[in-house]
């Protein structure tokens, strides 16, 4: 039988045993690769554009030996999961639908969710929206959507580094482009806006892999037509939950004035900033990141809402 395209597990050479499966989510499953023990508390990771699972290959590890089962997905639409045909299947609510359909599936009551850029997003909203079934909240580079929507409407700065935005509400045209010269724009993209180094020509081998999925790329844009026909706005603005903001400092993307701004509206929120990182933080400064992650989930785990039992279970 011939292997299917995109980006698997056994694609990779991980350091910690983990394991590929698909995930009914409810209106689609998703693949994820998961690691770490099976009674450990759950943590989401959700990553951004134009990543997939691999994104967190870095913290598989370091997470599962902290005690966590870990969970990182291809989000809907992207490498090895469903990919429904329609903008309106790749709506800010349908995505942080899906964090509660893979909890739902594991038979998790709540679980910790850490995103990255568009993974962010999903995360802040999940708990926005979902706060029941949010142990804590980690978002790397994305603000709070409150944030960033006041941006998008007045800071000039920040319209110019989101420029790209509009181009991808072009029909057809960004799902043309972007093959070219064996996916020269977004290895651009990546590699040109991160330290130098930070991504291998493994690296991008993987992801190429991951783009090259019939379809992929095309449900991959559709997450930015869907949120601008859209234009959602959060039913509740406060995240009651422990929140981390994580963020590289020279982000070319995104202003980081916004990541202070967020914590404004986070009842327990901090912010871990590095002045070196870029938007790529995750990989640039994976031990740092990974250790202030794990911190910031055991200190979740000692909250008085989070208390063990008499036989010293903790809610999972």
Known sequence: MAKQSGLSWDDVELSVEATSRRIDAGEVTLHAVE???????????????????????????????????VVALDQRGYNLSDRPPGVEWYSIDELAGDVV??????????????????????????????????????????????????HLRRDPGQQLR?????????????????????????????????????????????YRAAWSVPGAYGSMVDWYRAVVRERPRPRAETVDVPTLVVWGSKDRFLRPKMARESLAFCEDGHLKTFEEATHWVHHEEPVAVARAVVEHLDDAWRTPNNTPDEAGHRPV
């Open 35 to 69: 690691a770490g023990p099976e009674d450990g508390e759950l943590v989401v990771l959700l990553h951004g554009f134009p990543e997939c699972w691999y994104a967190w290959a870095d913290y598989l590890r370091p997470l599962s030996e902290a005690g966590y089962r």
């Open 162 to 206: 989101s420029w790209y935005v509009l181009f991808f509400q072009l029909p057809k045209l960004p799902e043309l482009v972007a093959p070219v010269g064996d996916w020269a724009v977004l290895e651009r993209a990546m590699t040109g806006s991160a330290l130098p180094g930070t991504f291998s020509a493994a690296d991008l081998d993987r």
């Open 101 to 150: 359909g893979v909890a739902d599936a594991l038979g998790h009551e709540t679980a910790h969710v850490v995103g990255h850029d568009w993974g962010g997003a999903v995360a802040w909203w999940t708990a926005l929206h979902h706060p029941d079934r949010v142990r804590s909240l980690t978002a790397m580079n994305l603000p709070h959507p409150t944030v960033l929507a006041r």
